[in-house]
């Protein structure tokens, strides 16, 4: 059955994957989805935030990360290591980043390790949510390791065209607390 499921979700991360390349990115969605989720209390009453910053077609987090700066809370961005490993490193507005494993801008330097159990709010990507958080990323499991030790809240960033009633998953996959789209934010669990 697992088989299966891992086929599956392969084949649809490949198809989605291609679709969102070919897509890029959209400023005006990005900018909704942006107001959407700094307009919220999960956003107004977090103190520190995990943020993803973005591959080229992926949902655009920069503002998000200014508007953090300005309102003095603690950000923290992945840096991936081997093996499905990921840490969190905080930044400041100084902070150089470069680009490091798979492209993703990193920092230079990685002096702060932030613990999972230090961040409030975690802002999450993937190719596409389901409407009860779960989520197909690219298949490394970073962020399934991540949000299996965090306490803070995970928000997913979707744009709604890739939001669907189902995905496949597994045991270790790990669901989002809610999902933030152009449209608003929808809330996965009770």
């Given at each position: 059955m697992m088989d299966k499921i891992m086929l599956e979700k392969k084949k649809l991360?490949?198809?989605l994957l291609q679709q969102r390349r070919n897509m890029g990115r959209n400023m005006q969605m990005d900018a909704a989805i942006t107001c959407a989720l700094v307009g919220s209390s999960v956003w107004q009453t977090a103190r520190s935030i995990f943020v993803y910053l973005p591959l080229a077609w992926e949902i655009d987090t920069r503002a998000m990360v200014s508007l953090?700066?300005?309102e003095g809370k603690k950000v923290a961005v992945p840096?991936?290591?081997?093996?499905?490993?990921?840490k969190a490193v905080r930044i400041d507005a100084q902070t150089r980043l470069h680009p490091g494993r798979y492209g993703i801008l990193e920092p230079e330097t990685s002096d702060e390790i932030v613990s999972p159990q230090?961040?409030?709010?975690i802002i999450v990507p993937a190719l596409a949510f389901a409407r009860d958080g779960v989520r197909l990323g690219r298949g490394g499991g970073y962020y399934d390791r991540w949000l299996a030790d965090t306490q803070g809240i995970s928000v997913g960033?979707?744009?709604?065209?890739?939001?669907f009633?189902?995905?496949?998953?597994e045991g270790h996959d790990r669901r989002v607390d809610a999902?933030?789209?152009q449209e608003g934010i929808l809330w996965t669990k009770g």
């Open positions: 991360r490949q198809t953090a700066f300005e840096i991936s290591g081997l093996a499905g490993e990921m230090d961040t409030s709010l960033l979707c744009y709604t065209q890739y939001l009633p189902y995905l496949p998953s999902i933030c789209t």
